[in-house]
């Protein structure tokens, strides 16, 4: 049996349209904070890491768009996960607050939530990136 390598996650990134949208939309709905912005000719693209305690997302804004937003619209959930291919998920201490506050901030939801039933809450990024909330 083959021996694993010791590793842990250093970071996750995603493509995004504009760094700047995504930007503010991490830091206000998330708590993420920026920690470095550069812009790299050689990968033609510009980037931005953002940090909340110990996890890092890099947003990657290519100088040539290639993606397209997804989709946002409000779907059942066996549905929205079978047409996508990937995902960001975060812990929360409360689903409901954390609905609410995304509510108030004009976030779009990706599935019907219902706070005395639902164990989770999923919702797009400005490019239709699905997130994950998971109260813990």
């Known amino acids: 049996m083959a021996k694993n390598i010791e590793c842990k996650l250093?970071?996750?990134?995603?493509r995004v349209t504009s760094l700047e949208n995504s930007i503010k939309f991490y830091e206000t709905n998330f708590g993420?904070?920026?920690?470095?912005?550069?812009?790299?000719?050689?990968?033609r693209l510009r980037l931005a890491t953002l940090q909340l305690e110990d996890s890092f997302l890099e947003l990657l804004q290519p100088y040539?768009?290639?993606?397209?937003?997804?989709?946002?619209?409000e779907e059942k959930l066996p549905d929205i996960?079978?047409?996508t291919n990937s995902h960001i998920a975060?812990?929360?201490?409360?689903?409901?607050?954390?609905?609410?506050?995304?509510i108030e901030n004009n976030v779009k939801f990706a599935a019907e939530f219902n706070p005395s039933e639902s164990k989770n809450l999923f919702c797009y990024d400005p490019d239709?990136?699905?997130?994950e909330l998971k109260q813990k």
């Open 10 to 14: 250093g970071h996750l990134g995603i």
């Open 32 to 43: 993420f904070q920026k920690i470095r912005e550069s812009d790299k000719p050689d990968l």
């Open 64 to 73: 040539t768009p290639t993606i397209k937003k997804l989709a946002i619209r």
């Open 81 to 83: 996960l079978e047409k």
């Open 90 to 102: 975060f812990n929360v201490h409360s689903l409901a607050d954390a609905y609410n506050q995304l």
């Open 128 to 131: 239709g990136f699905l997130i």
